[in-house]
């Protein structure tokens, strides 16, 4: 059985997994939100100007043309902004500590991935060991009981245990198959 690079995986993983893109996706979303709450200490500034006109009245003018400026700053919002900023500030710490947890995480999932992938592909070759001698015994007994030197249960007993020792080999090879698939989701390549 041909084992992936357990590095090349580990690699491959840290740029692919789903969890650590969610868990950078969070840490964006603090870092966002960090600077949201410094632009709102700018205070809102904003110009107005307009038109009117008026026949009604002679006292003013007919045609009448205006220009401002509006200035607005909320001291209360100043002060309660800290603390929101202290909020996000946690959040932003939290996200890159769960960065670094997944990023462990994944580590030790690709490395007993690839531990159990190592593990199986042994297993499969002991399988398979005992596969040709089961069917060199049932061939012994095969023989035997053709020269009349055994009975059929025997024969019976032999070619159930090669039946059983496929058994172990589809077992073993789908246990490897498993463990290639955890490999391949924790990588990221389904």
Known sequence: MLLP????????????????KIANLTLANAKYAIKASKLSYIPDLGIFGGYSYQKGNSLFPENNTFIGIAFRWNIQDAFSNSYVKKQRDWRKMQAEENIINIREQID???AKSYRRLSQYADLISVARKAVN??????????????SGLNNSSDYLTAKASLAKAEADLYAAQLNYRMAQTDLQILAGIY
């Open 108 to 110: 030790v999932d690709v």
């Open 133 to 146: 001698y089961r069917k060199e015994e049932l061939k012994v007994e095969a023989d035997e009981q053709s």
């Open 5 to 20: 690079v357990a590095d090349s995986m580990s690699i491959l993983a840290l740029r692919e997994n789903t969890d650590l």
